[in-house]
């Protein structure tokens, strides 16, 4: 969370310096948000398949894989573009799609009825977190209220 925060606010706060600085600072900002969206979800599987060690390990290894591609493409000056718009949105929906399938699933195959009382609302609600998080980043709210053309951006944020 930090690592995500820090990102996108030292991208906010400096974004207007120059086109180039704008770019490396979005890159950054993009990687912060990849590591804060698999840490959870990779704790999310460490704790939630604990009696299941070749399982967790599996699923960790999946979601590590897509977590490392996520990064490097968030990484590439492309990726920041306008023609891009429809692969973040993609990456994104697969990203929710692939946790609440491995909670959805977990739940229903390998979950105890006391694993589940104690870890499955927490869970979910860290995934409708992570959804609504995606939302406001694909719509760009709340940059898209309060805009100025700065150095760089068709649209700035308020910052």
């Known amino acids: ?6 990102a996108s606010t030292v991208y ?14 979005l890159a950054i900002d993009y ?3 990849v590591i804060m969206i698999f840490g ?5 599987v460490w704790i939630g398949f604990s009696l299941h060690e070749k399982v967790r390990m599996t699923v960790i290894i999946i979601l590590f894989s897509w977590a490392v591609l996520n990064g490097v493409l968030s990484a590439t000056p492309c990726y920041a573009e306008q023609r891009c718009d429809k692969v973040r949105v993609l990456l994104n929906i697969v ?3 692939l946790c609440y399938g491995l ?38 709210f709340p940059e898209c209220y309060f805009t100025t053309e700065k150095v ?3 649209k700035s944020s308020f910052v």
């Open 95 to 97: 990203t929710i799609l």
């Open 40 to 44: 959870l979800a990779l704790t999310s």
């Open 152 to 154: 760089g951006h068709e």
């Open 12 to 25: 906010h706060t400096f974004k207007d310096m120059s086109q180039q600085h704008c770019e490396k600072l």
């Open 103 to 140: 909670a959805i699933g977990w739940y229903f195959f390998l979950a105890t009825p006391e694993e589940v009382s104690l870890f499955f609302g927490p869970l979910m609600m860290s995934y409708v977190w992570l959804a609504l998080g995606f939302a406001f980043y694909h719509f760009r």
């Open 31 to 33: 990687c912060g948000i």
């Open 1 to 6: 969370m930090i690592t995500c925060f820090g």
